[in-house]
């Protein structure tokens, strides 16, 4: 458990600055799908280089491609390029507030397609992120909506991709290791982020010229190598050990780093809607999941001693019973 809870922290604070990495990638022209995949390039090539290096098995032709592919694309590159465009509407903090509802959507996914059973806590706890969403909105008697509609429904779409990614990865890829998973997916996510940023972006050379920045290398570093890469490896290691659901609630912490990092570098403004949305939203989340919610470390190891302790006394039973009748 404490190995889980410390790769969320860690997590966290490497994801809560890629909100701001990715709106410095935007000020230089580059487009949402090229800023997929070249994250997801860096990413996959840093992977492959610490597996050389620790001497982990590839695994090739054991690995599952297809369902790599698969949640290559929904769990990585198509949330990646959503929340970019969703960022050339919306502010670095606002984005990552609207992130913290990929939980709720994780439960949502699982609950419909996954067979997962909530009770009355889990959705009470969904009724009150609800409540910060439209506190972010900031619905008043001049306008309807404050935010960017369009970003702000991008913004959601993103959430919703890792809410179905995250389920698909526990159930097509438990056979793999965390580095095959996060190394066979980012190269997914690289393929199809790809060939997307062609068709649809053809790359200006203004773009390609901002590639030989010092702010734009540093950026696409700790944008893949720390945010795609490290961040990767730590997220299946906590999907695979935990669950989807606890690997999705890095997303309560992210917020806060993120709205320091956007209020610190690039000078946004914090306003009480978004302070408030966010009390609202990881309020929600955390009733939602604190007891009980399925698929949770803490109720699986119950779960586990549970099984252990009926096996046991199964068996203590099974020799009295051979002495008695001895």
Same mark, same amino acid.
């Given at each position: 458990?404490?190995?889980?809870?410390?790769?969320?922290?860690?997590?966290?604070?490497?994801?809560?600055?890629?909100?701001?990495?990715?709106?410095?990638?935007?000020?230089?022209?580059?487009?949402?799908?090229?800023?997929?995949?070249?994250?997801?390039?860096?990413?996959?090539?840093?992977?492959?280089?610490?597996?050389?290096?620790?001497?982990?098995?590839?695994?090739?032709?054991?690995?599952?491609?297809?369902?790599?592919?698969?949640?290559?694309?929904?769990?990585?590159?198509?949330?990646?390029?959503?929340?970019?465009?969703?960022?050339?509407?919306?502010?670095?903090?606002?984005?990552?507030?609207?992130?913290?509802?990929?939980?709720?959507?994780?439960?949502?996914?699982?609950?419909?397609?996954?067979?997962?059973?909530?009770?009355?806590?889990?959705?009470?706890?969904?009724?009150?992120?609800?409540?910060?969403?439209?506190?972010?909105?900031?619905?008043?008697?001049?306008?309807?909506?404050?935010?960017? #509609?369009?970003?702000?429904? $991008?913004?959601?779409? &993103?959430? +919703?991709?890792?809410? /179905? @990614?995250?389920? =698909?990865?526990?159930? !097509?890829?438990?056979?793999?290791?965390?580095?095959?998973?996060?190394?066979?997916?980012?190269?997914?996510?690289?393929?199809?982020?790809?060939?997307?940023?062609?068709?649809?972006?053809?790359?200006?050379?203004?773009?390609?010229?901002?590639?030989?920045?010092?702010?734009?290398?540093?950026?696409?570093?700790?944008?893949?190598?720390?945010?795609?890469?490290?961040?990767?490896?730590?997220?299946?290691?906590?999907?695979?050990?935990?669950?989807?659901?606890?690997?999705?609630?890095?997303?309560?912490?992210? #917020?806060?780093?993120?709205? $320091?990092?956007?209020? &610190?570098? +690039?000078?946004?403004? /914090? @306003?009480?809607? =978004?302070?408030?949305? !966010?009390?609202?939203?990881?309020?929600?989340?955390?009733?939602?999941?604190?007891?009980?919610?399925?698929?949770?470390?803490?109720?699986?190891?119950?779960?586990?001693?549970?099984?252990?302790?009926?096996?046991?006394?199964?068996?203590?039973?099974?020799?009295?019973?051979?002495?008695?009748?001895?």
């Amino acid at each position: 458990m404490r190995r889980l809870y410390t790769a969320l922290i860690l997590l966290s604070l490497v994801w809560g600055a890629s909100f701001m990495l990715i709106k410095v990638l935007l000020t230089h022209q580059i487009g949402p799908w090229t800023i997929a995949s070249l994250r997801s390039l860096l990413g996959m090539l840093f992977i492959v280089m610490m597996m050389v290096l620790l001497r982990k098995p590839f695994g090739l032709r054991k690995m599952n491609w297809g369902g790599s592919l698969l949640v290559g694309i929904v769990n990585m590159a198509l949330p990646w390029a959503l929340i970019a465009f969703s960022e050339t509407r919306l502010t670095s903090s606002m984005a990552s507030v609207l992130n913290a509802t990929t939980p709720i959507w994780t439960m949502l996914v699982g609950l419909v397609f996954f067979g997962a059973v909530f009770r009355r806590q889990q959705w009470i706890g969904m009724g009150i992120a609800f409540a910060g969403i439209l506190v972010l909105l900031s619905i008043n008697s001049d306008t309807i909506i404050a935010a960017d #509609p369009i970003g702000f429904a $991008v913004m959601l779409s &993103a959430t +919703l991709c890792y809410a /179905i @990614g995250s389920q =698909l990865a526990r159930k !097509l890829l438990g056979g793999m290791d965390m580095y095959q998973i996060s190394a066979a997916t980012l190269a997914g996510a690289w393929i199809s982020s790809t060939l997307a940023a062609l068709v649809l972006e053809s790359p200006s050379l203004a773009s390609l010229a901002s590639l030989g920045s010092l702010q734009v290398i540093v950026s696409l570093l700790g944008l893949g190598v720390l945010g795609s890469g490290i961040a990767y490896i730590l997220f299946n290691y906590m999907l695979m050990k935990g669950s989807p659901e606890f690997a999705t609630s890095v997303t309560y912490l992210v #917020p806060a780093t993120a709205m $320091v990092w956007g209020y &610190a570098l +690039l000078g946004e403004h /914090i @306003g009480w809607n =978004l302070l408030g949305g !966010l009390v609202l939203i990881l309020g929600g989340v955390f009733i939602a999941n604190r007891r009980g919610s399925t698929g949770s470390p803490g109720r699986k190891a119950k779960e586990r001693l549970t099984g252990v302790k009926r096996e046991t006394a199964h068996m203590e039973h099974g020799r009295k019973k051979e002495v008695n009748e001895t």
